[in-house]
């Protein structure tokens, strides 16, 4: 089972579930870039630091394809998640503010981490993922599978991979049909949500609350196909 997301989706409710059912299954956020915090926040890399990761990307996008050739007939089990823009960019700039500055995020206040968000937050993370992961590594372009209907996943078979495209909005209604495209009987759903546990989980909260507050910046999110596709209406 590959769970294939660009992280701060809801992925771990997925790994945790399958892991306690004994159920194998790898989770990267990229197959194509590594890049740190790549999909999280936007890194300031020094020339040289640049060129390592150029690098050491491009092994990383060949040993993809060299797996690919070498398993091109074996089935592949494939879930990918996304998740409400907003709420998620917020979550992968926190999660990732340590490629930011250097200290803890709780010496910030919450309108000093709103502008540097808006700085460095991976704003269209999702849909440059989506193009760069999901269709460039594997060659499944989701727009044009047809129109995407809110409350319901995409089930799709491509060559040897079956895929589960969901929103996490989705997924707890939609629990029983994962486990039957798992074929494996019924899975617990082991919801996890570890932003409640952080321990800057109301710095976070209040930070969150600002910035969904900015019509600018919503208005952003909304007008791209990303959210056009998934989320509007």
Avoid at 103 to 112: A, D, I, L, Q, T
């Amino acid at each position: 089972m590959l769970v294939y997301t660009p992280g701060k989706v809801g992925s771990s409710t997925i790994v945790n579930s399958l892991r306690k059912s004994g159920l194998p299954e790898i989770q990267p956020h990229s197959l194509s870039s590594s890049f740190p915090g790549v999909y999280f926040v936007y890194v300031k890399l020094s020339r040289y630091r640049n060129i390592f990761y150029i690098i050491k990307s491009w092994l990383l996008t060949l040993k993809a394809c060299i797996y690919k050739i070498i398993h091109k007939y074996r089935k592949l089990k494939m879930v990918v998640l996304i998740r409400s823009p907003g709420s998620r960019n917020i979550s992968a700039f926190f999660e990732h503010f340590h490629h930011l500055k250097k200290g803890e995020v709780s010496n910030y206040s919450p309108f000093e981490l709103e502008e540097l968000f808006y700085q460095h937050g991976y704003h269209d993370a999702q849909e440059v993922w989506l193009d760069r992961e999901l269709k460039g590594v594997f060659g499944i372009d989701i727009y044009q599978l047809g129109a995407f209907k809110k409350g319901q996943p995409i089930i799709i078979q491509k060559k040897n991979i079956d895929l589960f495209f969901i929103r996490l909005e989705d997924l707890k209604p939609n629990w029983n049909e994962f486990s039957k495209w798992l074929n494996c009987g019924s899975l617990d759903m082991r919801v996890t949500n570890r932003s409640q546990y952080k321990p800057y989980s109301q710095l976070y909260k209040k930070t969150k609350e600002l910035v969904l507050k900015n019509k600018e910046y919503a208005q952003s999110i909304e007008d791209t196909k990303f959210f056009r596709t998934f989320y509007k209406g």
